[in-house]
Nanobody, 126 residues
C-alpha cells in the first residue's frame, strides 16, 4: 500500500507559477498511475491532470491544458505538477491520487483512484 503526501501549495498572484509535489512512501510511485484533482469551496472535486506508469501518456483538463505540466521524478518517488499562468479560478485544495487499476479511459473520475493524499492549498490572488 502506498501513502501519498502533497506539498508545495501556497499563495501566489495571478499570472504567477507554483509547483506542487506528491511524495510516495511504502511503494514505488512508478508502479502507479498518478492524478491530480482539486476541490474549491462549495464545488465538486475535479480532475486536473494524470500521468500513467509509462511516463508518456499524460492527460489534462481543458481548463489547465497548456498551463500545467505533470511529470515524474522516480528517483525521488515523487510526481510534480508545475502550474504556470495561474488564475484566481485555480484556487483550490489540490490532491494527488494513485491507482494500479486500468481506468479504461475514465481517468478523470475520482472513484477510479484508490489512494489519496491529504491535499495542499493553492490560493491565487487577483
Amino acid at each position: 500500500q502506498v501513502q501519498l503526501v502533497e506539498s508545495g501549495g501556497g499563495l501566489v498572484q495571478a499570472g504567477g507559477s507554483l509547483r506542487v509535489s506528491c511524495a510516495a512512501s511504502g511503494r514505488a510511485i512508478s508502479t502507479y498511475a498518478i492524478a491530480w484533482f482539486r476541490q474549491a469551496p462549495g464545488k465538486v472535486r475535479e480532475f486536473v491532470a494524470r500521468i500513467k506508469q509509462d511516463d508518456i501518456d499524460t492527460r489534462y483538463a481543458a481548463s489547465v491544458q497548456g498551463r500545467f505540466t505533470i511529470s515524474r521524478d522516480n528517483a525521488k518517488n515523487t510526481v510534480l505538477l508545475e502550474m504556470n499562468s495561474l488564475k484566481p479560478d485555480d484556487t483550490a485544495v489540490y490532491y494527488c491520487a494513485a491507482t494500479t487499476r486500468d481506468s479504461f479511459g475514465l481517468y478523470y473520475i475520482h472513484n477510479n483512484y484508490d489512494y489519496w493524499g491529504q491535499g495542499t492549498q493553492v490560493t491565487v490572488s487577483s
